[in-house]
């Protein structure tokens, strides 16, 4: 479990992370999620040691990761994945840390097969691409085969296939019983992957919640209906105070502020006839673009939100 109580990160005058707190559970994927500059990463480098706190503390299973003996052994992350020697092969690149952490080259062998670098181990990292990188990056945070893993945008760089590998690895790793923390600017990865969220933005958090909920608590829910007495219930929805908006489809509404039962309930009160009373709920995308419209850090001018 990862712990964090009143963390506060000051850069000068710049507030990077202002009195986050957040328990990161075993056992799920935790999306972190935040638009750019919401202190996402600072957090991560607090978690790990790079950055220490202005004020308040991050434990993981109770202890600092300065403290950890092994910490590959314990924690495994990858903030990074171009943060390589670009000199050394890929094969060394794991050696090296493994020495370091007292763990065996059959160990290196496992995880270089596990993300699918085996045939280029060989090779040296400067020439890899981004995906490669990130793959040697995964092997590098596995390699203690720790309980607590941390990974920064995973995905970037990497193929349809590629993502669906880290998506199904993701979600073995906590069901194996392990703390997973994944930050992603990718709403319909998290969506498939995450089951639980933290979001934060300009450093304070904004939500701790499951993906269900998060996505519940959005407005931009409604309830999509076709009837050939669609102008009626139109009328009827507005009367109970619900919003509609009609479409091309003079039998086609769209209906806010009242869920489906409610709808359904109100047609047959009225003996309105229905032919389709779909709940549409909002993808993951639009309720954090919504919950976050107020933090976002560089916005274009005219863009819509």
């Given amino acids: 479990m990862i712990e964090a109580r009143g963390l506060v990160k000051r850069y000068g005058s710049t507030m990077a992370v202002s009195d986050l707190s957040f328990s990161v559970r075993p056992g799920l994927v935790t999306g972190f999620l935040g638009p750019n500059g919401a202190g996402k990463t600072t957090t991560m480098r607090m978690i790990l040691g790079l950055d220490a706190p202005t004020e308040g503390s991050v434990t993981v299973d109770g202890r600092s990761y300065r403290d950890l003996p092994a910490p590959m052994r314990e924690v495994g992350a990858l903030l990074d994945a171009k ?27 496992e995880v270089l097969r596990l993300v699918g670098l085996e045939d280029v181990a060989r090779r040296r990292v400067k020439g890899f691409s981004l995906g490669m990188s990130q793959r040697l990056g995964i092997a590098s945070a596995l390699l203690g085969d720790p309980p607590v893993l941390i990974f920064d945008e995973p995905v970037n760089g990497l193929d349809p296939d590629g993502i669906h590998w880290v998506r199904t690895l993701m979600r073995t790793l906590a069901a194996e019983g392990r703390t997973v923390l994944v930050s992603s600017h990718l709403m319909s990865e998290m969506a ?47 009367e109970a105070g619900a919003g509609v908006q009609a479409g091309t489809d003079p039998d086609v509404i769209e209906i806010t502020a009242m869920d ?28 954090f673009m919504e919950l976050t419209r107020d933090s976002v850090e560089y916005q274009a001018t005219g863009a819509t939100r």
């Fill in 83 to 109: 943060a390589l020697h670009g000199g050394r092969r890929a094969v060394d690149h794991l050696l090296c840390l493994a020495q370091s952490n007292g763990i065996g080259r059959r160990r290196v062998d």
């Fill in 192 to 238: 498939l992957t995450a089951d639980h969220l933290l979001v934060i933005g300009k450093g304070r958090l904004i939500a701790d919640t499951s993906v269900d909920e998060f996505v519940r608590s959005s407005s931009q829910q409604s309830v999509h209906v076709r009837s050939p007495q669609a102008a009626e219930l139109a009328a009827r929805c507005r």
């Fill in 260 to 287: 489906s039962a409610e709808v359904g309930k109100l047609a047959a009160a009225h003996g309105i006839t229905l032919f389709e009373l779909v709940p549409v709920r909002a993808s993951l995308e639009e309720a």
